[in-house]
């Protein structure tokens, strides 16, 4: 899976294509979706529109458990259906839980769904998204599957140390989402300008190589086509201990997008 994807949560239908292909073209050879961003059928139209073999591009997307009761078996399969279809793929490369909705405690079941499905082999590897530690413990438990990733919110100013050293422990990759911390705040604290100015480069383009360095896998997202290049262009560049501790330093405990144990949808 390559380090570096591009992300399309908000990118409208009618535009994920373009975004998609601009995206290939530049060099991305991984793009993130999800059921409910509504635009898997315009990413499958852009990855189709590039002529790249299929094998060449990482396609994940994500379960969207809800609304409504405690899901199961069939609502899973069913949905991954209507992904693939949507996508206009056979096999996507890695499916997720979007949100672990403890409240419902249904989870573990939706999980031994994917373990069906990755025994299908039509989604090449399974994992989650906004799990927290004793979510991972009770998969541990229950399942011999482990999650290939757990994508999470994380940024500097969220960097999630431990929860990454439990998936450093159990062997799970970490997936970064809003890795530029969506843009706002974090692109302009004087840390991030500073260590930018230092080597020339841009703030996204900065945080981003502190992702690449901390050992994360992260899934920018732009419909700016010099953005969409600039943020894949990382790896020219490094930083050094004193760039990395400025950036570390930042950690301010606090998340931009919900928390998991209480969101539901
Ligand atoms: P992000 O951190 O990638 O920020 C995106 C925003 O940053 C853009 O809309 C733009 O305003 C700005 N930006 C992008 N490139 C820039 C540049 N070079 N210079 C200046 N500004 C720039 O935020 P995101 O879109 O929330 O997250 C990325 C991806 O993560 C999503 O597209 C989606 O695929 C995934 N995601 C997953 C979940 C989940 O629950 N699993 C939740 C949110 C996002």
Do not use: C
């Amino acid at each position: 899976m390559p380090q570096l994807g591009f992300g399309v949560w908000q990118v409208p239908d009618a535009e994920a294509a373009q975004a998609v292909g601009t995206a290939l073209e530049a060099g991305y050879r991984s793009v993130d979706t999800a059921a409910v961003y509504g635009n898997e059928a315009g990413t499958g139209k852009g990855i189709a529109a590039s002529g790249l073999p299929r094998e060449d591009v990482f396609v994940t997307t994500k379960l969207w458990n809800g609304p409504g009761e405690r899901w199961g078996r069939d609502n899973v399969l069913r949905e991954f259906d209507a992904s693939l279809a949507k996508l206009g793929l056979d096999y996507v490369d890695l499916y997720l839980i979007h949100w672990p909705r403890p409240m419902r405690d249904d989870y573990l079941a939706i999980w031994k769904a994917f373990e069906e499905i990755a025994a299908s082999g039509r989604a090449r590897a399974v994992g989650v998204s906004n799990f927290l530690p004793a979510q991972l413990e009770r998969l541990r438990a229950e399942s011999a599957l482990v999650p290939a990733v757990n994508q999470v919110e994380l940024h500097p100013l969220f960097a999630q140390a431990e929860l990454r050293a439990l998936h450093a422990e159990l062997g799970i990759a970490t997936m970064a989402w809003s890795p530029l911390g969506q843009g706002k705040d974090l692109l302009t604290r004087p840390a991030v300008l500073a260590v930018a100015e230092k080597h020339g480069r841009s703030a996204a383009q900065v945080v981003l190589r502190w992702h690449v360095q901390t050992g994360n896998i992260a899934i920018p997202k732009s419909v700016t086509p010099s953005r969409i290049r600039e943020n894949l262009d990382v790896f020219g560049f490094e930083l050094d201990a004193s760039d990395m501790a400025a950036l570390d330093a930042l950690e301010s405990g606090r998340r931009i997008g919900p928390d998991p144990a209480e969101f539901d949808v």
